[in-house]
């Protein structure tokens, strides 16, 4: 089960990442794309944490 979550979290940040590529390079997108990025990466960062303490490290 964990291999599972991690692969699913892994393929969120990289579909995000192929969805990022799609948006036209204009700086009404900017926002929602970094934003988009940033979220979709920190889910298995999260994920992986292995303390509260972890997980507010790498928050």
Same mark, same amino acid.
């Given at each position: 089960?964990?291999?599972?979550?991690?692969?699913?979290?892994?393929?969120?940040?990289?579909?995000?990442?192929?969805?990022?590529?799609?948006?036209?390079?204009?700086?009404? !997108?900017? *926002?929602?794309? %970094?934003?988009?990025?940033?979220c979709? @990466?920190s889910?298995?960062?999260? !994920?992986? *944490?292995?303390? %509260?303490a972890?997980?507010?490290?790498? @928050?």
């Open positions: 089960m964990k291999q599972v979550l991690k692969n699913r979290t892994e393929k969120y940040a990289v579909d995000s990442w192929d969805l990022y590529t799609k948006f036209p390079i204009l700086r009404e !997108y900017n *926002a929602f794309c %970094n934003q988009l990025i940033r979709s @990466s889910v298995g960062v999260n !994920y992986r *944490a292995k303390s %509260n972890d997980f507010i490290n790498k @928050s």
